[in-house]
């Protein structure tokens, strides 16, 4: 990606902000696929920079559909987004999470696997069959809620990536939809592009040289983004007065793969290990009479192996984190 490089440093020197990157912000921004047309186009941008933006992934009734969840649920269950008595320290000041909806709103099973984004997905983590299911919420930045929250990171990696031969298929994926429009006055998704491979920000910054770009991601409502879970992002909050809805969807890597290290014979890659240990899978999901549906929810950690083992029971699901119960 050819971009134009500002070597602003954007560390304000603020305690209360986050000290986000290095300040060398690209003034070009990512393309923009149509996945039904340039499907092969987009699969080759990620596999090359660790991130795609995919246009018109939601159809304008879709949003409506989904807006709409927000503002009932919201209403109905404030407890769950932490809106009520009982906040979540671990979200304060950062927006709004319904961290488990699945548990309870069996009518959001038609977009687990969703056609404006899943043919995607199943080729970066290696075909139909790869395909595991890890995570689903849904978030809100909300009007004035300020600035300076997160600084660049990556979410779950393994260690061989830094070394393995070949990168791909990944380990983790994230589609992550807007629901609202995102521009620089917004909260916005932004990426280090070609960064998975590093072990540290600094590292990526270092060795990448003028390639290194902290790459805003804007685009209309129905926009997604698929990444890595390797490379370095984070949330910008544009002028920290307009809000922002997102759609998080996390997948990971199933089967067994071959694959090599340095001065090695080839060796197998297992799957991607659980990517929380909190994250619980419904009855309806996790037993569900297709085939596939259960492979595709077969990643489970001990917290569901528990739960299971004590037949779905609610007191348990509350105790876990993140677990609130519907009244």
């Not at 795609?52 to 269950?77: C, I, M, P, Y």
């Not at 779950?156 to 620089?184: E, F, K, Q």
């Not at 540290?200 to 805003?216: S, V």
């Amino acid at each position: 990606m050819t971009v134009q490089l500002t070597p602003q440093n954007n560390l304000s020197g603020d305690p209360k902000k986050a000290a986000q990157g290095f300040g060398r912000r690209a003034t070009s921004a990512p393309p923009h696929f149509q996945l039904a047309t340039e499907l092969r186009d987009a699969l080759s941008y990620f596999e090359t920079h660790g991130f795609v933006v995919v246009k018109e992934a939601l159809a304008s009734a879709e949003l409506e559909t989904l807006n709409a969840f927000f503002d009932h649920s919201q209403q109905a269950h404030p407890d769950q987004w932490g809106l009520g008595a009982r906040r979540k320290p671990h979200h304060r000041n950062q927006g709004l999470i319904l961290s488990q909806p699945l548990l309870d709103h069996p009518e959001l099973d038609q977009w687990l696997r969703h056609p404006g984004v899943f043919p995607l997905i199943e080729a970066a983590l290696g075909g139909t069959d790869a395909v595991r299911w890890s995570e689903f919420n849904f978030r809100e930045t909300p009007a004035n809620a300020g600035q300076g929250q997160m600084n660049f990171h990556h979410d779950a990696v393994m260690a061989d990536r830094l070394i393995r031969a070949p990168y791909g298929p990944c380990d983790w994926v994230c589609s992550i939809h807007y629901l609202t429009d995102v521009n620089d006055e917004t909260p916005s998704f932004c990426v280090v592009p070609g960064s998975q491979r590093f072990e540290t920000l600094r590292d990526a910054y270092e060795t990448l040289g003028d390639a290194y770009a902290e790459t805003p991601i804007y685009g209309p409502a129905g926009t997604a983004v698929i990444y890595d879970t390797a490379i370095y992002h984070t949330r910008l909050d544009g002028n920290g007065e307009a809000s922002r809805r997102t759609w998080h969807q996390y997948y990971a890597r199933g089967g067994f793969t071959q694959s090599a290290l340095p001065q090695t014979n080839r060796y197998i890659r297992p799957p991607s290990p659980p990517l929380t240990d909190w994250n619980l899978i419904p009855k309806r999901l996790a037993e569900h009479t297709d085939p596939g549906l259960r492979l595709f929810f077969s990643h489970w950690n001990t917290a569901q192996g528990e739960w299971v083992a004590r037949n779905y029971d609610p007191a348990f699901r509350a105790a876990m984190p993140r677990g609130e119960v519907t009244q």
